[in-house]
C-alpha cells in the first residue's frame, strides 16, 4: 500500500462524531461529486463503503467522479504503465455501484487517473490508450499535478512535480495527446502558480483544462496569516484565467489542512453557516469570474474530511448557492459536471 502524501491527512471519527446534525438543505436537488478520491492506506481506508456512507447521508448524490490519488497502482508493470492499475480499480468499483446492488448513486461515473506526461509523445499516447481500454466507456482523462513551492514547509503534489512542470517540453509533448483522444486534463497547483496554468490553457485552446480546488489557495509556511495577500494575489490569477473558455473551476478543496482555514484544527467541526460565511468570498469570487456554466462543486472527500461531516459540507453549498437562479444551481451542483465529464 502507498503511503498518503504530506498534504493529505486521515480525518477523525472521534471528531467528526461530534458534528452537529443539521437538516439537509434542498434535499431533492441532483448532485454530481464532481472530486473524490478511493484508497487503502496503512493509516486510513476510504472505499466504495466509506463513500457512500457519505453520498447517502441525505443529499441526492446521483454520481460522482474519481481522480488520481496514487490508488491501486499495478504490481510489477513498468513506471509509465503500473497507474492503468488505478483505472482498473475505479472501473470495478464503478461496476459495483452501477449494479443497483448498492443503491441508486453512480460512483466512478468518470474516472481520472494519472500518466506522467514527460514520458515522450509515443509511450504516453500508448498510455492514455490503456487507461481508455482499462475504464470501459469511464475514464476522461487525467492529473499530473503541479502544485510546487521553494519552501520546504509548503508540501509539493504527491507525484513530487519538478518547479515549472507545465512549462517543459517533455510535459507538453505528452499534453499534446490528450485533445486527440478527447481527454481533459486536471491542474493542480498552487496559488502562486495560476499564471503556468494561464500559459498552458494558451498554448492548448482544444484541450479542456479543469481547475482543481478553486485555484489552490495556501495558507502554511509562508502563507500562514496572510489571507488578504493571498486572496489579492489568487483574485488576479483567476481573472486572467477566466478569458480562457477552455478552462473549468472546481469549487471546493477548501478545507485542506493546507489551506487558508484553520477549521480542521478546531476540536469540534464548523457547521454549515460558518464554512459557507468563511469559504463565500473565494466560491463567489469564482462563479462571478468564470460563471455558473464553467464551475462545479466538489467535494474533495476525504481530504476535506478532515474539516467537518459531507452532510455538512454540501449544506454550505447550497448556502453559498442561495442567491443563484434555479439555472445556475443545477449548472454548479450537477450540469457542469455531467458537461465536463460527458456523464
Keep these: 500500500m502507498t503511503a498518503a502524501p504530506r498534504n493529505v ?3 477523525d471519527p472521534a471528531r467528526l462524531a461530534r ?11 441532483p448532485i454530481v461529486d464532481a472530486h473524490h478520491h478511493l484508497w487503502e492506506r496503512p493509516d486510513h481506508r476510504y472505499l466504495l463503503p466509506e463513500l457512500l ?3 447517502g447521508s441525505g443529499h441526492h448524490v446521483v ?3 474519481f481522480i488520481d490519488c496514487m490508488a491501486f497502482y499495478r504490481a510489477g508493470a513498468s513506471r509509465l504503465m503500473r497507474t ?5 480499480f475505479a472501473n470495478g468499483v464503478a461496476a459495483m455501484a452501477a449494479s443497483g446492488v448498492y443503491g441508486s448513486t453512480l460512483a466512478c461515473a468518470a474516472i481520472v487517473s494519472h500518466v506522467d506526461l514527460t514520458a515522450g509523445a509515443e509511450p ?26 521553494a519552501d520546504e514547509r509548503v508540501p509539493r503534489s504527491h507525484t513530487n512535480p519538478p518547479q515549472g512542470l507545465y512549462a517543459r ?22 496559488h502562486r502558480q495560476l499564471d503556468e496554468v494561464l500559459v498552458l490553457a494558451q498554448a492548448f485552446p482544444e484541450t479542456s483544462i479543469i481547475l482543481n480546488h478553486v485555484g489552490g489557495p495556501l495558507g502554511i509556511g509562508p502563507y500562514a496569516g496572510r489571507q488578504e495577500e493571498t486572496f489579492s494575489h489568487w483574485q488576479k490569477g483567476m481573472k486572467a484565467l477566466s478569458a480562457c473558455p477552455n478552462v473549468v473551476v472546481k469549487l471546493g478543496g477548501l478545507g485542506m489542512r493546507i489551506g487558508v482555514f484553520d477549521h480542521h484544527e478546531r476540536a469540534d467541526p464548523p457547521g454549515s453557516v460558518e464554512v459557507a460565511r468563511a469559504w463565500t468570498p473565494w466560491i463567489h469570487g469564482a462563479i462571478e469570474m468564470f460563471g455558473a ?16 461531516s459531507y452532510a455538512v459540507l454540501w449544506n454550505a453549498f447550497k448556502r453559498m448557492a442561495q442567491g443563484a437562479s434555479d439555472a445556475e444551481k443545477t449548472a454548479l451542483f450537477s450540469g457542469t459536471a455531467s458537461r465536463v465529464y460527458r456523464l
Design 169 to 190: 517540453a517533455d510535459f507538453r509533448a505528452g499534453f499534446a495527446q490528450l485533445a486527440p483522444l478527447g481527454l481533459s486534463f486536471e491542474a493542480w497547483q498552487y
Design 19 to 29: 458534528q452537529a446534525p443539521e437538516d439537509i438543505l434542498d434535499p431533492d436537488r
Design 293 to 308: 456554466d464553467r464551475c462545479l462543486f466538489e467535494s474533495n472527500f476525504p481530504v476535506d474530511k478532515i474539516t467537518c
Design 63 to 65: 454520481s460522482t467522479v
Design 124 to 149: 504516453v499516447r500508448e498510455a492514455l490508450q490503456a487507461h481508455i481500454a482499462a475504464g470501459h466507456g469511464r475514464f476522461r482523462g487525467i492529473r499530473h499535478a503541479g502544485a510546487w513551492d
Design 84 to 88: 492503468v492499475g488505478e483505472t482498473e
Design 53 to 55: 456512507e457519505d453520498t
Design 9 to 11: 491527512v486521515p480525518p
